[in-house]
């Protein structure tokens, strides 16, 4: 859903949005919700500001498995590749214990996979025109929030987890990016062939990043798992 609206002194748009997707394994899913907001207005004839934010949030589950890297150890890799799960005979019964370790039950039985994600783009400048044609001033503060989660469990019964008794893994990742321009701009325009651009200003860069990965495994019981 959108909305926008305006004047002459300037203009403004809202748009948000919501994903509810299901996979076609019946544990994959993939939520989301967004939002953004645009902002255009002028103080005065010489002088405006313009805004923007976005934000979003998602949430997954089976991130793992969407293409065929891992080889044997791959979910879509022993979809394909693994025998008939299903017989066409009602009279027969498969024992998910006759498949063996790694068929692809396991993913859905015995494998989780939970991936959490925030973030949030922010920008606001100021631009200022000089009494000399084609000369602006112009400060601009820009920010990239991000928050990011994942944990995944195997099972015994998975490739991952039956030689170690059970593996358990938690990634996470912040970040947080901003940006301070002070810059001034001239642009002029001499004839259909000659034209003049120029910057100057101080531009100052943040950034901080922090990744963490845990990793257990050799659980003593399985009920905390998937």
């Known amino acids: 859903?959108?909305?926008?609206?305006?004047?002459?002194?300037?203009?403004?748009?809202?748009?948000?949005?919501?994903?509810?997707?299901?996979?076609?394994?019946?544990?994959?899913?993939?939520?989301?919700?967004?939002?953004?907001?645009?902002?255009?207005?002028?103080?005065?004839?010489?002088?405006?500001v313009i805004a923007r934010m976005s934000a979003f949030i998602g949430d997954s589950d089976f991130s793992a498995g969407g293409d065929k890297v891992g080889g044997d150890r791959n979910f879509v890799q022993q979809v394909v590749g693994f025998r008939p799960l299903v017989n066409n005979s009602p009279d027969t019964i498969i024992d998910d214990?006759?498949?063996?370790?790694?068929?692809?039950?396991?993913?859905?039985e015995d494998f989780s996979d939970n991936t959490s994600e925030n973030r949030f783009f922010a920008s606001l400048a100021y631009q200022y025109d000089f009494n000399i044609p084609g000369l602006q001033y112009e400060f601009r503060l820009?920010?990239?929030?991000r928050a990011k989660n994942r944990e995944r469990f195997f099972g015994n019964s998975t490739w991952q987890g039956s030689n170690v008794g059970g593996l358990y893994q938690k990634m996470t990742l912040n970040s947080l990016t901003y940006q301070i321009n002070n810059l001034?701009?001239?642009?002029?325009?001499?004839?259909?062939?000659?034209?003049?651009?120029?910057?100057?200003?101080?531009?100052?860069?943040?950034?901080?990043?922090?990744?963490?990965?845990?990793?257990?495994?050799?659980?003593?019981?399985?009920?905390?798992?998937?």
Request: no cysteine; proline share 1%; aromatic share 10%.
């Open 1 to 48: 859903v959108s909305f926008s609206d305006g004047n002459d002194k300037g203009n403004y748009y809202i748009s948000a949005g919501l994903s509810d997707q299901q996979g076609i394994v019946k544990t994959s899913s993939f939520n989301t919700a967004d939002l953004r907001l645009n902002l255009d207005y002028r103080l005065s004839k010489k002088s405006k």
């Open 184 to 226: 001034l701009n001239y642009n002029k325009k001499f004839n259909s062939n000659h034209r003049l651009n120029a910057v100057a200003g101080v531009t100052y860069d943040v950034r901080d990043v922090e990744n963490t990965t845990y990793a257990v495994s050799d659980f003593i019981t399985q009920q905390l798992g998937s």
């Open 97 to 108: 214990n006759d498949l063996g370790v790694g068929n692809p039950l396991t993913f859905v």
């Open 142 to 145: 820009g920010g990239n929030l």
